[in-house]
T-cell receptor, first 112, second 115 residues
Framework: GQNIDQPTEMTATEGAIVQINCTYQ??????LFWYQQHAGEAPTFLSY????GLEEKGRFSSFLSRSKGYSYLLLKELQMKDSASYLC?????????????FGRGTQLTVWP | DTGVSQNPRHKITKRGQNVTFRCDPI?????LYWYRQTLGQGPEFLTY????????KSRLLSDRFSAERPKGSFSTLEIQRTEQGDSAMYLC?????????????FGPGTRLTVT
């Protein structure tokens, strides 16, 4: 099975920078995804890492270290609309090469 | 709107009744997934299809659950003899295998409440 761990809650103020960490254990790694989920809505894709390093996409960046089983999502210039749950998900090299294993999500609250 | 639609959006049923949900994926996507999400948790994988073939089922998917994807387009998820523990958000996602990333696009979900 998979073990994915991320903080349950985080808070930050508008305009600040926040880093959401995710650690994972997997039998065969084949990519890590970050999704954003607003309350009552579907998860939406934010980023994907399969090689070590930083992937930047606008205000959002995601980092991966496969040797450490560690990733983080960095959100810059926080806005109120960034208040949401952020889900870390791992895809493994199992027979499916498709199913995602999700963490519990980190509920981010952005204050004015 | 990701292009994945699910119906109904909400379903309230009494324990013991059968329910069926429908998912329409993005039209060119060949993979379709079903997940279940409860409050405060991430989505849990239930099953997935590549075209019309059901390739994997989670151990979470008891005999009361069945999913189909006839003709490789829309999919249905049926729960027979519902139990209160089945109350959850049921999410459908689709992806296109062949792209490097093939991220999954999620639908808005069907919220099931079993009374």
């Amino acid at each position: 099975g998979q073990n994915i761990d991320q903080p349950t809650e985080m808070t930050a103020t508008e305009g600040a920078i926040v880093q959401i960490n995710c650690t994972y254990q997997t039998s065969g790694f084949n990519g890590l995804f970050w999704y954003q989920q607003h309350a009552g809505e579907a998860p939406t894709f934010l980023s994907y890492n399969v090689l070590d390093g930083l992937e930047e996409k606008g205000r959002f960046s995601s980092f991966l270290s496969r040797s450490k089983g560690y990733s983080y999502l960095l959100l810059k210039e926080l806005q109120m609309k960034d208040s949401a749950s952020y889900l870390c998900a791992v895809r493994d090299r199992g027979s499916t090469l498709g199913r995602l294993y999700f963490g519990r999500g980190t509920q981010l609250t952005v204050w004015p | 709107d990701t292009g994945v639609s699910q119906n109904p959006r909400h379903k309230i049923t009494k324990r013991g009744q059968n329910v069926t949900f429908r998912c329409d994926p993005i039209s060119e996507h060949n993979r379709l997934y079903w997940y279940r999400q409860t409050l405060g948790q991430g989505p849990e994988f239930l099953t997935y299809f590549q075209n019309e073939a059901q390739l994997e089922k989670s151990r979470l998917l008891s005999d009361r659950f069945s999913a189909e994807r006839p003709k490789g387009s829309f999919s249905t998820l049926e729960i027979q003899r519902t139990e209160q523990g089945d109350s959850a958000m049921y999410l459908c996602a689709s992806s296109l295998v062949g792209q490097e990333v093939y991220e999954q696009y999620f639908g808005p979900g069907t919220r099931l409440t079993v009374t």
